[in-house]
């Protein structure tokens, strides 16, 4: 549980979802897999998500909760895996729509942070914690509407950046993360928690250069990629839902930084391209 959720605190409320361990596996639909993947399965039925992950795990997530079981196989493995497809079903079915992306925080503003795995997210959310700002998340942020518009608030996992763009800063690393990708856990940060007001957003890609690119996106572009970034998106119910708050995100204004191809140059490039998306969304 605290690989995924550890660096969240505690909420001081009563629970609105629960999430159970249980030796007895719930018991899975005898139709065919909607959706496979390696090593996970996914039955997909309006308000009900069914999972079995390695055939010994299985979880049944609904509007209540998760439910998670099996006396066979990595528990630990297991949740990692599920929680990232049956989080964004339960929190959708209350109307929190869950996004891979990080999140920024300007002032009292939020910059949601979108790309692909390994695009540079985290890369640029310590660059911006390096340069004053502050941040939500680094790989899944939560948006809805806040009734004056979008809000976002982040799922702050512990914060993982590879390891060539930390060159000889004095910065407590924690311990190497367990990836191919060879990643650091960064220990000395800390998640601003509650929700923010969406001002704009960021789409990150690896660049060929030896300096950062910034560019606007119109509002199609980012549009599109907001629905790449939905991680219930292929659950229509959920999909129809999310549409007016994506749509309202894409219409405040997006930028596409591209980072620099220089791993050393990689973080102060990124600060210098944020200093303009602060002077063009003031």
């Known amino acids: 549980m605290a690989v995924v959720v550890g660096a969240l605190p505690r909420h001081p409320g009563s629970a609105r979802i629960d999430i159970s361990f249980t030796q007895h596996a719930p018991q899975l639909p005898t139709d065919p ?3 496979s993947y390696e090593g996970l399965q996914l039955w997909r039925g309006g308000d009900v998500l069914s999972l079995s992950y390695e055939g010994c795990i299985s979880a049944v997530a609904t509007s209540t909760g998760l439910r998670l079981g099996g006396t066979d196989g990595d528990l630990a493995d297991a949740w990692r895996y599920i929680f990232h497809y049956a989080l964004p079903h339960v929190l959708g079915l209350h109307d929190l729509f869950v996004l891979h992306a990080g999140a920024l925080r300007l002032r009292e503003d939020a910059m949601v942070v979108f790309g692909e795995s390994g ?3 985290s890369t640029l959310v310590l660059a911006a914690l390096d340069a ?9 942020v939560v948006v809805r509407d806040g ?10 996992k512990p914060l993982r950046v590879p ?4 060159t000889d800063e004095p910065r407590e690393r924690g311990e190497r993360y367990r990836d191919e990708r060879q990643r650091w856990i960064i220990a000395d940060h800390g998640w601003d928690c509650g929700w923010y007001p969406v001002r704009s957003s960021i789409s990150v890609a690896h660049g060929n250069d030896s300096g950062a690119e910034l560019e606007v996106l119109s509002s199609p572009e980012t549009m599109k990629l907001l629905l790449g ?3 219930a998106l292929p659950e229509p119910m959920l999909a129809r839902r999310a549409l007016p708050v994506l749509a309202a ?3 405040r204004g997006s930028f596409q930084l591209r980072h620099s191809a220089q791993a050393d140059a990689r973080l102060d490039e990124a600060a210098r391209m944020l200093d303009r998306v602060e002077g063009a969304t003031r």
């Open 119 to 121: 695009a540079g997210k």
């Open 147 to 156: 009734g004056a518009g979008p809000e976002a608030a982040g799922i702050g």
């Open 163 to 166: 390891s060539d763009v930390l």
């Open 33 to 35: 897999p909607s959706e």
């Open 229 to 231: 970034s939905f991680l």
């Open 132 to 140: 004053g700002w502050g941040a939500l998340s680094d790989d899944l």
């Open 249 to 251: 995100i894409a219409r």
